[in-house]
């Protein structure tokens, strides 16, 4: 298990060899929060106002990886 703190709330992963989950994702207060799951990527992103942090985590291809984007 992974977990990422960031502007917006926290999420967790849990990460494996190839492939990832979403284990929770939590909103801080007055933050709205989206989730996307597609067979080979998770992404939850996180906006209030025009701000807009995502966190993103691939593995097509390729062993689990975890990007930050933050936008606003």
């Known amino acids: 298990m992974k ?10 992963f849990d990460i494996g060899t ?9 909103p801080d207060s007055g933050w709205q929060m989206q989730v996307w799951k597609q067979p080979t990527w998770i992404r939850v992103t996180f906006s209030k106002g025009t701000r807009e942090v995502s966190v993103f985590c691939t593995w097509y291809n390729h062993a689990p990886t975890v990007e930050l984007d933050d936008r606003g």
């Open 3 to 12: 977990g990422y703190n960031v502007a917006g709330g926290r999420v967790v």
């Open 18 to 26: 190839a492939s990832a989950e979403l284990v929770t994702a939590t």
